[in-house]
């Protein structure tokens, strides 16, 4: 006779990711020598490893239809085939149907790339002789985050579009209908490549580096039907916070032969 249903998913992750040479001062401190290239490097990735189907642009052009008709058949039922994080729910009875689904996704990147204090890196002349000299040093930090998120109160909506003119919202009753949606995405990225305070470098290339690459999508839906009364809502809240730093610290000494780069 009635119906209700409700989905809820809360997804949190931390990640936390370092690469250091280290050093707290001048008793405590590393001391690196390296022939070729020196890498300090610290990366965080969240890679999209959904597979879209792929469609002959050539031969076929894209069309809505095309892309349906590449889709595997289960992934026009399961969105965990196209999205990160989902959140689905349907109530459909004979006279009231009433329906809600809740995504939350948080994710927290911390990422450090560093020679530390009073680290000395390429500094034993005697390790490197006459003849040869330091290598490049790198000293990098980066995030890479992709998702697609999806929040609904509606049939599949690739499923759905396989018939046109099909009321993709299944909650509902023959009275009253009552569907929300709401999804919340939430990212944090500190992001530092550093040389600090009182380290000594010699390089023959020096590259200092951050970066923080985010793409992210949102889908909510809500909708219902019914005889005499239906209510529909949906929201979506995406709060994003970047700090992205590439420094040499005041008290550093660097030599470079060649490009210096921050």
Do not use: C
């Not at 009321?167 to 569907?179: D, E, R, Y």
């Amino acid at each position: 006779k009635n119906a209700a249903a409700a989905a809820v998913i809360v997804a949190n992750f931390d990640n936390i990711a370092r690469a250091t040479i280290g050093g707290s001062s001048d008793l405590l401190k590393a001391n690196v020598d390296a022939l070729g290239t020196l890498k300090v490097d610290a990366k965080v990735s969240n890679p999209f490893e959904v597979k879209y189907p792929a469609i002959d642009l050539v031969q076929d052009g894209f069309s809505l239809s095309n892309f349906l008709k590449a889709v595997p058949d289960d992934s026009l039922y399961i969105p965990g085939a196209l999205f990160n994080a989902w959140a689905q729910a349907a109530g459909e009875g004979d006279e009231v149907g009433i329906a809600g689904s809740v995504n939350l996704f948080d994710v927290d990147n911390t990422v450090e790339a560093k020679i530390g204090n009073f680290a000395v890196v390429n500094g034993d002349t005697g390790f490197f002789g006459s003849t040869q000299q330091p290598g490049d040093v790198s000293v990098s930090a980066t995030v890479d985050v992709v998702t697609v998120n999806l929040s609904g109160v509606a049939d599949f909506f690739l499923q759905a579009l396989l018939s046109l003119g099909k009321n993709i919202f299944s909650t509902g009753g023959t009275k009253a209908g009552m569907g929300g949606s709401a999804l919340a995405t939430f990212y944090t990225n500190n992001v530092l490549a550093t040389i600090e305070n009182g380290a000594h470098v010699d390089a023959k290339a020096l590259s200092v580096f951050a970066a923080t690459d985010v793409s992210h999508v949102s889908i909510a839906i809500a909708g219902a039907k019914a005889g005499k009364y239906a209510f529909g809502g949906s929201l979506s809240w995406v709060g994003l916070t970047n700090f992205t730093t590439a420094r040499i610290g005041d008290g550093a000494v660097v030599d470079a032969a060649g490009p210096l780069t921050i």
